[in-house]
């Protein structure tokens, strides 16, 4: 496993600095420990997701219906 | 808050950092220095978060920081707000990022879009974001105009409804890519007045969404704002 900082200074932001030469394999290791995965550049990573799933939003209007 | 880049091409180095990237889409990587203070305060971001939902309601319903329930590096949840606010400048250009995600799948018609926004080690106020991009030209309009809108709510000016036509138009004009840029026969076609027509043109225009750059120039497109 590379050196890994972990800190959480102010803000309450937990942040991992991961060396480049992480493998997948080690990558997927934080994922499934709960982190977020960082290269080296960076402090702070978020993600984000939206998908055109028109049948979901009509489901969840229909339920608040009933 | 200032642009310092915009680029379009595969940037296959951050398809690790998140796994919902779907491989083989292009994306565009927008390099974007935010004011380390004001925006993120919990009061005046919620206020800058319904503003943006009266434009891109949708925005409620977006995954945010999937991956991240075991420990969560957010602060708390707010209720009817898909964002996670982490409680620093970074929710700034996160929201950048949804907007621009919205926009991506409303104008450019994607069934799903994902996006990633990171902030440098140095300057802590610099980040790169990334999202899926299937129309350059849609990427690099959505960019810019999102910066534009997020900038003016921060600064109190608020948004005219008349920001609709932009969104509007470009859709339309995304549905049909042949149609002839003529205001008054694109004002009798969507039964607007010609005012509004001219003004939605004019943002398109002036966010880029009229770039026509070749294959080579989009991969090195660079944009300082």
């Known amino acids: ?66 | 808050m200032n642009v310092l880049t915009i680029l379009y091409g595969q940037f296959p180095e951050v398809l690790k950092l998140y796994s919902r990237f779907q491989p083989g889409i292009a994306q565009v990587k927008m390099v974007i220095d935010i004011e380390p203070s004001g925006g993120f305060e919990r009061a005046k971001f919620l206020k800058v978060f319904g503003e943006l939902s009266k434009f891109f309601p949708t925005i409620a319903h977006h995954s945010c920081c999937e991956e991240w329930q075991s420990l969560p590096l957010y602060i708390e949840e707010e209720s009817g707000v898909s964002l996670k606010r982490v409680g620093e400048c970074a929710d700034v250009a996160h929201l950048i990022e949804h907007v621009i995600i919205d926009m991506q799948v409303r104008i450019a018609g994607m069934t799903k879009c994902s996006g990633l926004t990171c902030g440098w080690k140095e300057p802590e106020n610099r980040f790169d974001i990334f999202f899926e991009c299937t129309n350059a030209r849609v990427g690099h309009f959505a960019a810019q105009y999102a910066v534009y809108l997020v900038k003016k709510i921060l600064r109190k000016k608020g948004i005219s409804k008349r920001h609709r036509y932009v969104i509007e138009m470009a859709e339309y004009l995304m549905t049909d890519p042949g149609t002839d840029i003529n205001p008054d026969e694109l004002a009798g076609r969507l039964g607007w007045r010609k005012g509004n027509t001219m003004m939605a043109l004019s943002m398109l225009d002036r966010f880029g969404f009229f770039f026509s750059g070749d294959k080579s120039q989009e991969n090195q497109e660079e944009n300082r704002a």
């Open chain 1, 1 to 66: 496993m590379p050196e890994v900082t972990a800190t959480k200074p102010r803000n309450r932001i937990q942040r991992l600095y991961v060396d480049d030469s992480v493998s997948e394999s080690e990558l997927k290791e934080f994922e499934t420990g709960g982190y977020n995965r960082l290269t080296g550049k960076y402090r702070i990573v978020l993600n984000c997701r939206a998908e055109s799933d028109d049948s979901r939003l009509k489901r969840k209007i229909e339920i608040g219906r009933i």
